[in-house]
Each structure stands twice: as structure tokens, then as C-alpha cells.
């Protein structure tokens, strides 16, 4: 059934609300905010706010750990051999370096993250902006799987302080500013004008996390750790209180009075004076007036360390975390080629994320030149996103590996300097600087210097031959 504009925006709006708590409590995790678990209703009732939860916040480790793998580099069209230097510059222009880290974190929290494209003040720097899913929402075509529709809400302050509620409808041709009114109506903002793009698709692209067939929007990167993560935090609260009533030796008193408990100048002693490491004394005769103390053995944490180093295994299991992320190791101390051969599955996750978002932000930029340009490009068709490799081998096993590559004419030397991890804009300089060098070298044969013919990298600047030393004839 078709819908209207107005129909599209409240449906979407209605959507998004069912989701909303969810995300929240996602985000929540991470932020380490997360509600106290696995505690009874009366226990918490009964201790209220004097148990602070000791937060395991397991779930930022899992995010950030894949995130800080996963940098774009650049975009490549198939005819090129290096980044495309124009979708570059749109890419800086909109501070993308900085928002696509953000997408990516925020896509791997609550599943997906947003990036929407229009035109910008620049007629040549389309306008990209990465949205969160907790600001905004999309829905698919069932048929196609391409985005049918999208919304954009967010608050801002009107006049008198009061609140006023705004959103963006993103349809396939066109997209609509709107406004609730004082009678709680969403009506077209006036101060917007509709943006009649004719893109013939919505503008907007989701980053989604764990995209499967079933679950388009995607899947949490925290949805097998939080378990995890909410029984460590009650194990770990757990240890805080027992370490306050159990893990300090304890004592009885026999015989003892308020008097005893005070200082020269006769005030009471604390509490804290009286429970933790101080010497108790009294004047009274013990056999005469039965005074007397007994200290009970302090309590033993161990059962809480164990507890929490198993969770700590179950989630390097589950997320793919070498053991040394979550502070724990073997038995024997793991050697430098161990501790990478255990990162192994935390790379494939994220080069997984690489060629799944590598397909987003190449249907980014595709729109990005659709706007700038004014019609489609088909050679964009087949544009590739360019990351940094997203293991981590030592310099030494980068360069002898680029190294005997190019030495066997396998690959050439810009793919050297990539593989070395060098960025578009290293390889550029040194490519310029190569051509430099060149050029001067070519300059000097000219002038007679043939030693100027060796240019590799253990050539070393000799003086000039004399001319009767040089069979130039």
C-alpha cells in the first residue's frame, strides 16, 4: 500500500520509538551505566544507594578493540592504481576520518549507525554526515533491500525555553522538513524549503553491524558478551562488600565498656579506629572482670578472582579477544609470534566489518559524486574502499614481506608502500619525491654524470668523473 508523506514520517517515527529503549540500554554498556544484574529486588531495595556497582565494562573492550582496526584510507576507481584524489578531498572536506570512527563504534554498539548525503554549500563538497541510530531510522524495501525511506528526528529549544520537536523525511526523489506544531501535529517547516533531488533512491545509507537475511538492521556486537559482562559486575560488587565485612579480620569484645572506646581527651573512637588495625587495651583486670578479646580469621577473596578470570575466558571465547586484552594469561608467558597467532580471529572479524562497510561507504560516495556531478557515474560502480591493514605484524615482518614481493616482480612498488601501511598521502609524497629524483638524475647524465645512473637506495653522491675518464665517444 502507498503511503503518503506525512503517513511515511509517523510510521517511520513509530518504528523508531520501539526501538529506542533498547538502543539506549546497548548504549548504556557501553558507557559502563549499565543497571546492576543478577540481585534480588529486595536486597537492592533494602540496600539502596549504599552498594555502588563495580563496573566490567567487557563491552567497550569488545567494540573498541575491533574499531580501532577498521581506518578508511581512500577510494579507488578499478582504471586507477591509487586513491582517487576528488573523493578524497570530499571525505576531508566533511571530516570523515573523525565521523566514520564514530559510525563504526556506534553501528558495533546499538547495530547500525547512519550516513546521509546531500548538497552542500560547495556545489563541488557534497554534504556527508554520519547519524546515529538513536536520532535516526530507516526502513527497507523488501523487494529491492535498498533503503525506501528514512527519518532524522532531533530537539531544539523555541522561544520562551520550550521544547520543539523536528525530523527529516528521506524519500527516493525528495526530502521534507517538519516541525510539531503547539497541537502536537507534524507540519512542514517553513524555514526549510523540500529539497526536490530526483536521486531516484533515498540518500541515506545504513552502516550496519552483523547485517543477516532475517536482520537487516543488524545485530549488537554486545548481544553474547552482556551476560557476561552483567555477571562479572555483580561478582566484582559482590568482592567490594565482602572485602568491607569478611576480608578484614573481626573481632569480640568481652568485658569492654563505652569507656574504653575513647580517646585521651575522652572522645569516642571511630568506628573505622576501632574495626581496622588498631590495638584495643583496658585497665581492667582480665580474671577479675572477664575482659577479654577474640579475633575470627579474615575471609579468603579467591573464589571472586577465580570466578571473574573464568567469565574473562568464556567472553575472549565468544568475542575473539586475545588473553592478554583482558588481563589474564597462561600458564607459560606467550612469545611475540603467539600473541599474534591469538589475534588472529579479532582480525578476521574485522576485516569482515571491512568488506561489509567497505560496501556502504562506497554507495556513500557514489551519491556523492551523483550530487556533485549531476548524473551517475557507471565507472563508480565498481569504486573500492581502500583500509589499513587490520593486523598487526611488526615493522621488520612488513618490510621483508613487501620486500621480497617486489623484489620478485609480483607486485609493484606503490602496493609495496601499501602493504608497508603507508597512507595515499605518504605514498603521493614519496611518489612526487621519486619523480624529483629522477628528473635530477636525468639532468646530471645530460651534464656527463653517469654515476647519476645508479638512483637506487645504496647509490651515494660521488664526485663528477674527470672527461678523459669517461668513454663518451
Not at 280 to 303: H, M, P, Y
Not at 394 to 417: F, N
Request: with cysteine; glycine share 6%; proline share 4%.
Amino acid at each position: 500500500m502507498a503511503r503518503s508523506e506525512l503517513e511515511w514520517l509517523e510510521h517511520l517515527i513509530r518504528c523508531h520509538d520501539r526501538e529506542v529503549r533498547e538502543l539506549k540500554l546497548l548504549d548504556s554498556y557501553y558507557e559502563g551505566e549499565q543497571p546492576l544484574s543478577y540481585m534480588a529486588p529486595e536486597l537492592l531495595a533494602e540496600l539502596d544507594d549504599r552498594v555502588r556497582q563495580v563496573v566490567v565494562n567487557w563491552p567497550q573492550l569488545v567494540a573498541d578493540s575491533i574499531e580501532e582496526r577498521l581506518d578508511v584510507e581512500g577510494f579507488r576507481f578499478p582504471a586507477e592504481a591509487h586513491a582517487d584524489e576528488g573523493l578524497w578531498r570530499i571525505w576531508q572536506a566533511n571530516n570523515l576520518d573523525e565521523q566514520s570512527q564514530q559510525g563504526h563504534l556506534d553501528s558495533l554498539v546499538m547495530k547500525r549507525a547512519y550516513v546521509v548525503t546531500g548538497a552542500g554549500e560547495d556545489a563541488a563538497i557534497p554534504l556527508i554526515t554520519v547519524e546515529s541510530a538513536l536520532d535516526m531510522h530507516a526502513e527497507r524495501d523488501p523487494r529491492t533491500r535498498k533503503v525506501a525511506a528514512a527519518v532524522k528526528r532531533w530537539c531544539e529549544d523555541g522561544e520562551g525555553g520550550k521544547k520543539v520537536d523536528h525530523a527529516t523525511l528521506y524519500m527516493p526523489n525528495i526530502t521534507v522538513w517538519y516541525m510539531k506544531n503547539d497541537a502536537g501535529q507534524w507540519v512542514e517547516d517553513e524555514s526549510f524549503p523540500r529539497d526536490d533531488h530526483k536521486l531516484g533512491e533515498v540518500p541515506v545509507v545504513p552502516l550496519v553491524n552483523r547485517g543477516r537475511l532475517k536482520k537487516q538492521g543488524g545485530v549488537s556486537e554486545f548481544k553474547s558478551v552482556i551476560p557476561l559482562s552483567d555477571a562479572a559486575c555483580k561478582i566484582a560488587t559482590d568482592m567490594m562488600v565482602s572485602a568491607e565485612y569478611h576480608a578484614t579480620p573481626r573481632r569480640v569484645a568481652f568485658g569492654f565498656g563505652e569507656e574504653d572506646f575513647q580517646d585521651e581527651q575522652g572522645r569516642r573512637v571511630s568506628a573505622f579506629s576501632r574495626i581496622i588495625g588498631r590495638m584495643w587495651a583496658t585497665e581492667k583486670n582480665r580474671k577479675e572482670d572477664g575482659a577479654d578479646v577474640i579475633q575470627f580469621d579474615e575471609a579468603s577473596l579467591s573464589n571472586f578472582h577465580d570466578t571473574i578470570n573464568q567469565l574473562a575466558r568464556l567472553v575472549a571465547s565468544l568475542a575473539g579477544l586475545p588473553p592478554h586484552f583482558l588481563g589474564y594469561s597462561t600458564e607459560n608467558p606467550a612469545s611475540a609470534d603467539a600473541i599474534r597467532s591469538s589475534e588472529s580471529r579479532l582480525v578476521k572479524r574485522a576485516e569482515r566489518k571491512q568488506r561489509a562497510w567497505g560496501g556502504a561507504w562506497e554507495q556513500v560516495m557514489r551519491l556523492a559524486l551523483r550530487i556533485r556531478d549531476g548524473e551517475w557515474s557507471d565507472e563508480a560502480r565498481a569504486l573500492e574502499t581502500i583500509w589499513r591493514d587490520a593486523s598487526t605484524p611488526t615493522v621488520a615482518q612488513k618490510a621483508d614481506a613487501a620486500t621480497k614481493l617486489y623484489t620478485a616482480k609480483i607486485v609493484p612498488l606503490r602496493q609495496t608502500r601499501e602493504d608497508m601501511g603507508y597512507t595515499q598521502a605518504q605514498i603521493n609524497r614519496m611518489e612526487e619525491q621519486d619523480h624529483e629524483a629522477a628528473q635530477d638524475a636525468m639532468t646530471r647524465v645530460l651534464a656527463g654524470d653517469l654515476a647519476a645512473l645508479d638512483i637506487g637506495p645504496k647509490a651515494s653522491p660521488e664526485p663528477a668523473a674527470e672527461p678523459d675518464e669517461m668513454a663518451l665517444d
